[in-house]
């Protein structure tokens, strides 16, 4: 099982494999890694995809100390490091793109470009806040949790009944304090709007018109990354890689060809 091993973790992650370029994507808050399998089953072997779990997800492990998605953008470069890889397209779903964003903003040089699904780059709002202390207050109490996991999916992924049971499944099994530390992370996120500009690097940034982020943030991501192209996916929720792989997967797989096709042709000058 692979690990890369940073100073307090052990990042687990997997790698398709092959001579491809590397895309590494991040997961979504309470997922995984295995929430990318359209993605990974669609791009592979074209290219090598790598997905990891985040601190307090998955099968990571580390020792439960606070930390911020800077935390974990260096566990991106650890898991590249770990591999080999010099430099490869890096992405994610919410906190997943929050973490590539900040990626990045560390390391330039190693990141090829961006895909940032149903994510931003503002801190969360005060109603955000407020929702998410309810919400936390009652998951960490037995009698409701099982209804709290039934409006999570709902929330997250939507009308795809499959899903939603595999999902609530899992989180009903995990220990309910497994992601407290995680959700410190989330809640305390900073703002990086300002720093958009020095990201240079092609970015795709899709927006599902139902995320729990706002359309105007998605816009204002884009808008100010000097280098994107941005797609809305009508109807969607914010696990849309899940929900709409044929739409996600056609507009992914169009931006990696496109920056493959740039990259060869700056080479042959």
């Not at 490869?88 to 964003?101: E, I, N, P, R, W």
Request: proline share 5%.
């Amino acid at each position: 099982m692979p690990f890369a091993h940073a100073i307090d973790a052990e990042i687990h992650y997997e790698d398709s494999g092959g001579d491809g370029p590397v895309v590494l994507l991040g997961h979504e808050f309470l997922m995984d890694r295995t929430m990318f399998a359209s993605q990974r089953a669609a791009l592979t072997p074209e290219f090598r995809i790598v997905t990891w779990d985040a601190r307090g997800h998955g099968r990571t492990r580390d020792k439960g100390l606070p930390f911020t998605y800077w935390t974990s953008a260096r566990d991106v470069l650890t898991v590249l490091d770990q591999q080999g890889v010099r430099r490869a397209v890096v992405g994610g779903t919410s906190q997943g793109g929050f973490t590539a964003l900040r990626t990045a903003l560390l390391a330039p040089e190693r990141v090829a470009a961006l895909i940032l699904i149903s994510t931003e780059a503002h801190e969360p709002s005060d109603l955000e806040l407020e929702n998410a202390k309810k919400f936390l207050d009652k998951w960490y109490e037995d009698g409701p949790r099982p209804a709290l996991a039934e409006h999570l999916a709902q929330w997250l992924i939507g009308d795809d009944a499959w899903y939603r049971a595999v999902w609530v499944k899992r989180w009903l099994a995990r220990d309910r304090y497994a992601t407290a530390v995680a959700a410190g992370c989330f809640l305390t996120r900073d703002s990086i709007l300002d720093r958009l500009p020095e990201i240079t690097c092609p970015a795709l940034v899709i927006h599902p018109t139902n995320s729990g982020f706002s359309r105007a943030h998605a816009r204002e991501l884009a808008e100010r990354l000097p280098d994107s192209r941005y797609l809305e996916v009508e109807g969607a929720r914010q696990t849309v890689n899940m929900t709409h792989p044929v739409t996600v997967n056609a507009a992914i797989l169009e931006f990696l060809r496109e920056q493959a096709v740039s990259r060869a042709l700056t080479h042959s000058r």
